[in-house]
């Protein structure tokens, strides 16, 4: 797994490119079928097609949304003590990395959960 995530790390902004016309679809098939080749040139006797990988890849993206957002949502919880959140593994921070917009949306500044750093301590600035 985390050599598949290290070849697609190569092709990030390629995969990752939101835009959606013919061209950049023709350039993602081919950037998988790239993936396909070096994935099956360094993995042994296993064979995987690049729709296998893909769909592998998507897996691997959504299990990690769905625990950042466990993080996040055990973060904001009420009643103190200590979190019960799993951490992220070293191969979903590498995911995370690459699709960071759609795991943590965009920061804004005037959000009610915005947090003000100074110096060493944290304050957590709350519009009411």
């Not at 070096?38 to 729709?51: C, I, L, P």
């Not at 919880?77 to 795991?103: F, W, Y």
Request: proline share 1%.
């Amino acid at each position: 797994m985390d050599m598949l995530i290290n070849i697609i790390q190569e092709n990030k902004n390629v995969l990752e490119n939101k835009k959606s016309d013919a061209v950049t679809w023709q350039e993602k098939e081919s950037c998988w079928k790239i993936i396909e080749a070096k994935f099956n040139a360094t993995s042994g006797a296993t064979y995987r097609s690049a729709k296998n990988l893909k769909t592998k890849y998507e897996g691997l993206k959504r299990e990690t949304r769905k625990k950042s957002a466990c993080i996040r949502a055990e973060t904001y919880r009420t009643g103190g003590g200590t979190s019960t959140a799993v951490p992220l593994t070293d191969t979903e921070l590498k995911i995370k990395d690459m699709i960071l917009l759609s795991v943590d949306g965009m920061k804004s500044d005037f959000d009610s959960d915005h947090v003000v750093t100074v110096g060493k301590s944290q304050l957590y600035s709350c519009i009411i």
